[in-house]
């Protein structure tokens, strides 16, 4: 997990409690490491796996260990769960012949060395072993490998999604849970009107109470149509951010950076001339929407001029943090424009 200090990295984390809530109002916290033990023995005790063939017979027995930290933070009926935790699983299997007499029995083990919040989106690596390396014990091991995997992440992910939702307190958070105004600043549109994008429109939002527009320029050497590209490029993006990106291409796709942290939509795209998104980080109230538009020129060959407008920021974070314009700000600069700069020579 993030540590409070660790650079600029705090930009692109999405729900982190450490390092964000600076004012530390209604913090609960709650230790989570033995309800997860708990949670964990219960549902990977003597799980039945499917077979292979009609020849052999998978079980998970239960789980030897379980290390690590797990807590969930409440402020203001808001969850944050943190947790990194390792667990291992013990599995028997057993080879059959024709006539269902058993011919060997194997015991091996399940390995799954780091659940973390900050993946709470992705499966988590799984590694299976198994102690009778022959024949039967490699049959055996391919069909967990196979089929147990399936078991063993479903569950994970029950977990994860129960970590999300309190843990051990979540029924004390439902009794609690009161209905949340709708925020009359959310931007979101459900037709997509075109209006929208009008630069007049983006000009309104900086006067927007609780709203800041952030606006740049900054020049490159290079093509117009070259700095497009970079920014509309997964595998590129991936390459100057070092963290994973989905980006469709498309007017109307969506697209996902900095490992998740901020998703959006494609509203149009112009190749070397315009891009429109909407924008959302993760650590945002519920329902809020940024837009950015981002125009190239060209006044010379070989030197491009970017004009950023990102309008419609929060001043505060979902946790009554008011430094969102700053950092975001300051991650257009460090994050995105200067190291593009520095991974393809683009700098002046």
Excluded at 79 to 97: F, K, N
Aim: with cysteine; aromatic share 8%.
């Amino acid at each position: 997990m993030a540590k409070f200090g660790e650079g600029d990295k705090r930009w692109i984390v999405a729900e982190r409690p450490d390092g964000t809530n600076v004012h530390n109002w209604h913090w609960a916290e709650t230790n989570c490491l033995e309800w997860s033990r708990t949670f964990f023995k219960n549902n990977f005790s003597n799980v039945a796996v499917g077979g292979g063939d009609g020849d052999a017979t998978i079980t998970i027995k239960k789980v030897e260990k379980l290390d690590g930290e797990a807590y969930v933070n409440v402020r203001k009926g808001k969850v944050i769960p943190g947790y990194e935790i390792s667990v291992r699983l013990a599995w028997e299997g057993e080879a059959r012949d024709a006539n269902g007499k058993v011919l060997q029995r194997v015991d091996g083990a399940v390995e799954i060395p780091y659940i973390s919040d900050e993946n709470a989106g992705e499966d988590p690596e799984i590694k299976v072993t198994v102690k009778e390396n022959g024949e039967i014990g490699n049959k055996l091991k391919e069909v967990m490998s196979k089929k147990g995997r399936v078991v063993v992440l479903e569950k994970v992910r029950v977990w994860v999604e129960s970590m999300a939702k309190g843990g051990p307190v979540k029924d004390e958070l439902e009794a609690k849970k009161v209905a949340v105004p709708h925020n009359k600043n959310n931007t979101s549109s459900s037709n997509g009107d075109n209006n929208d994008l009008k630069k007049e429109e983006v000009n309104k939002s900086e006067g927007k109470k609780g709203f800041k527009l952030i606006s740049l320029t900054e020049k490159f050497n290079c093509r117009a149509r070259d700095l497009f590209e970079i920014l509309m490029d997964e595998n590129r993006w991936r390459g100057f951010t070092q963290s994973n990106a989905r980006i469709s291409k498309e007017v109307g796709g969506e697209f996902s950076i900095f490992d998740g942290s901020v998703t959006g939509k494609n509203l149009e795209l112009e190749e070397g001339m315009l891009i429109v998104q909407r924008w959302r980080f993760g650590s945002w109230p519920d329902g809020i929407e940024s837009m950015v538009r981002i125009m190239f020129e060209e006044p010379e060959d070989g030197v491009t001029v970017v004009k950023l407008t990102h309008s419609d920021v929060p001043e505060e974070d979902r946790y009554g943090n008011a430094t969102v314009v700053e950092n975001t700000e300051r991650g257009w600069r460090d994050l995105i424009f200067q190291r593009i700069r520095t991974a393809f020579g683009f700098g002046i």
